[in-house]
């Protein structure tokens, strides 16, 4: 058994030099040209006469191929696995099965051309086929909050009853959804009693990565993380990510569940911490960009996610924080500090909409244009999207929203606000005639526009940079009446 047992891949030279090789490439690199990091793998270990290849191909399956499961399969393709997506949607299979790829985010869909091609990467509703497939069965079905604010396992307990009469051979079950502590014991105990007879073991595999950049995120992770209570297990699973070049972290399982909600926690706190901030540099006249470099050159801080802004949103922080909340109010331990982070999270955007309606006065009628409705740029993904929550407000007050999106637009006629607001072909067409721009989302686009002309097409040139995305002074001196996030009044 592998308890609490921190590994490392070995940090000889010939390693960190290809270390630096793959980093150095960036996303832009990584997406230009094919992934193939067992290239850049240390072929000394293995001796002359071992195909690379061979040696790292695995049979996988990823049940569930919905955000997670597509990208992390499409990866494990890359790397020289043969993997089978399941899923119990069968449109979505019939699309990939045409080559289409449901969601955008960058990379993905040649990687799933490619792989798919090369013969790796393979599609199926059946979760029996699935299951025969892969020695090692992953998980990555959607845990949905509850009204509450807990994780509703439902998808996850159906799964793992559904794998229960297929498993013919030992198969090592992984799960790669967020779940709550002693998940992974439950999912054990419902394989045990649907197939008593059947050999597996169950770990625990929390993903890390971010939509826009979840390609690269997966290809160079930070660091790798598995939960396993079976020897036998370990070393499948080693075998699994041996071909990444990255930290690798054996826990037991419940530590490995816990470290997904406490890194998520830890991330939203952070964003929480400077927005506080914020609100405190308004306070005091004082830039809280400023103070967020300051803060972020100390090392043992850091400057990520010290972003201020509208507030965390997404498919993953709001969930996952409530989900954190709620099994620390279970297990006996409220996690007040939680509790304060979403309440900084909420007033963020209050505060954001009061400076708007103190400089508009009156918000009905007024015509808005917002630029951005994604819940951070790089992604089509409007789930818990902060931008769309200011548009929500701002319609639900009268006013008359224009919004732009270069990814978002496609899904905000599935919304009810998307019936309620124009959309526009560009930022600049969003802002003609407008009485003020917000700026709701950073999509680096943004920063890119011809001002003087955006100026001078708006009805009254007030701007509200809910994400900071703009030099004040330059706003200022293409003649905005600029108001952004913490950086004075
Ligand atoms: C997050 C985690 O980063 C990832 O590790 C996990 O696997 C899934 O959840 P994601 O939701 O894709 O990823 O987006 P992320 O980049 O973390 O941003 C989340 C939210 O925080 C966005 O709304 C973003 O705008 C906001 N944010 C982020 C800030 O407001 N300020 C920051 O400094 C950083």
Known sequence: MISNLALSVPKNSATEARRRDFSSS????????????HLFFNTERL???????????????????????LTTGACFAE??????????????????????????????????????????????TSTEKGVDHGDVVFIAVPTPPNPDGSVDLKF????????????????????????PVKTGEKVAETIQRYAPEAEFDVVSNPEFLREGSAVADLMKPDRIVFGSNSDRASALMKKVYEPF??????TDINSAELIKHAANSFLALKISYIN?????????????????????????????????????????????IAAFVAISDQLGVPFDLLKEVQKINRRQLDRFIERIREKLWVLGE???????LTFKPNTDDLRCSVAVELVERLVAEGAEVTAYDPKGMGRIGELAVGSK???????????????????????????????????????APMMFDGRNLLDPDTMRRHGFDYHGIGRGI
């Open 421 to 459: 607001i124009h959309l526009a072909s560009s930022p600049e067409a969003a802002a003609k005639g407008a009485e003020a721009l917000v700026i709701a989302t950073e999509w680096p686009e943004f920063a890119h526009v011809d001002f003087r002309a955006v100026r001078d097409s708006m009805l």
């Open 276 to 320: 506080a901030i914020s609100e405190i540099c308004e306070a005091s006249n004082a830039d809280v960009e400023l103070v967020a470099e300051g803060i972020g050159m100390d090392s043992r801080i850091g400057r990520s996610f010290l972003n201020a802004g509208l507030g965390y949103g997404g498919s993953c922080f709001p969930k996952d």
């Open 156 to 179: 996850i307990e159906k799964v793992a009853r559904e794998i229960a009469p297929c498993l013919k051979s030992y198969k090592v079950v992984v799960d790669k959804s967020t779940v």
């Open 366 to 372: 007024k015509k808005i244009a917002v630029w951005g």
């Open 79 to 124: 790397v020289g696995h043969e993997v089978m997506c399941v899923d119990n949607d069968a449109k979505k299979i019939e699309t990939l099965l045409r080559g289409e790829i449901p969601i955008y985010e960058p990379g993905l869909a040649d990687l799933v051309t490619q792989n798919v091609a090369a013969g790796r990467l393979s599609f199926t």
């Open 47 to 69: 001796g002359p006469d071992v195909s690379l290849f061979t040696l790292f191909q695995m049979k996988l399956t990823i049940i569930g191929s919905g955000y997670v499961g």
């Open 245 to 250: 070049v990255a930290p690798l972290l054996v």
């Open 26 to 37: 960036g996303l832009a690199g990584l997406l230009n040209k094919p992934l193939r990091p």
